[in-house]
């Protein structure tokens, strides 16, 4: 197990910090990942840097470029375009198998950390700091995943997820109030034990993130 192996548990801390950086940006699609800088940056050695980079490689998140280095991987329009196709399958009735399995303090929890991201918009539209957007939206969307009582459904769920995250920030940053907001009625729905409402609001969001996708690929 990884909690009885010094080493691994360090090669694991070493792959969720570099995870969070490839989704917020700070190591972007197609940087090639230099071992030494990486190593200096986060203060370890290259054992458990190249630990967390083949898993980082495994899960789809780095590729190969040539036999000696590693890059972030690009997410190409088509296949972000077919993951939330097939979230869109996912989680509106994932959302309605949740109706009233939720916690209703979590659910207020939830609602109260939505507003407060929403509270720090700005007019563009944008966050000063998107990960406080990003954490917020994978909470709302893991907390209705884990409530659908599929644990295969929730990991194929999380899964879909994480690949999209990377083109989410780079290619929409101006939809955080319009997320928010998306979010927002997901939430109220699920408040009302309203199964319907909440699988309906759910392809909403997912629609609107295809749509805003369009609108940025034909402003170009």
Same mark, same amino acid.
């Given at each position: 197990?990884?909690?009885?192996?010094?080493?691994?548990?360090?090669?694991?801390?070493?792959?969720?910090? =570099?995870?969070?950086?490839?989704?917020?940006?700070?190591?972007?699609?197609?940087?090639?990942?230099?071992?030494?800088?990486?190593?200096?940056?986060?203060?370890? !050695?290259?054992?458990?840097?190249?630990?967390?980079?083949?898993?980082?490689? !495994?899960?789809?998140?780095? #590729?190969?470029?040539?036999?000696?280095?590693?890059?972030?991987?690009?997410?190409?329009?088509?296949?972000?375009?077919?993951?939330?196709?097939?979230?869109?399958?996912?989680?509106?009735?994932?959302?309605?198998?949740?109706?009233?399995?939720?916690?209703?303090?979590?659910?207020?929890?939830?609602?109260?950390?939505?507003?407060?991201?929403? !509270?720090?918009?700005?007019?563009?539209? #944008? =966050?000063?700091?998107?990960?406080?957007?990003?954490?917020?939206?994978?909470?709302?969307?893991?907390?209705?995943?884990?409530?659908?009582?599929?644990?295969?459904?929730?990991?194929?769920?999380?899964?879909?997820?994480?690949?999209?995250?990377?083109?989410?920030?780079?290619?929409?940053?101006?939809?955080?109030?319009?997320?928010?907001?998306?979010?927002?009625?997901?939430?109220?729905?699920?408040?009302?034990?309203?199964?319907?409402?909440?699988?309906?609001?759910?392809?909403?969001?997912?629609?609107?993130?295809?749509?805003?996708?369009?609108?940025?690929?034909?402003?170009?």
């Amino acid at each position: 197990m990884v909690e009885d192996n010094p080493s691994r548990r360090l090669a694991h801390s070493v792959h969720r910090r =570099l995870e969070d950086m490839i989704f917020t940006g700070k190591l972007h699609g197609g940087e090639v990942i230099t071992e030494r800088r990486l190593a200096e940056a986060l203060e370890v !050695s290259r054992t458990p840097l190249r630990d967390a980079l083949l898993m980082l490689e !495994s899960e789809g998140l780095l #590729k190969r470029r040539g036999t000696r280095y590693l890059e972030v991987r690009q997410m190409t329009v088509p296949e972000y375009m077919q993951i939330l196709n097939i979230r869109r399958l996912l989680e509106p009735e994932a959302v309605r198998l949740s109706v009233g399995r939720i916690d209703r303090a979590l659910l207020a929890d939830v609602r109260a950390e939505l507003e407060a991201v929403l !509270s720090q918009v700005a007019p563009d539209g #944008k =966050l000063a700091d998107p990960e406080v957007g990003l954490r917020a939206d994978t909470r709302l969307h893991d907390v209705v995943a884990d409530a659908a009582g599929n644990p295969l459904m929730a990991s194929m769920i999380r899964d879909l997820r994480r690949r999209t995250r990377i083109f989410d920030l780079g290619r929409m940053p101006d939809r955080a109030a319009a997320a928010c907001q998306e979010h927002l009625d997901i939430v109220a729905a699920l408040e009302a034990d309203d199964g319907a409402a909440a699988a309906a609001a759910m392809v909403n969001h997912i629609d609107a993130v295809k749509a805003s996708i369009i609108r940025h690929l034909s402003s170009i």
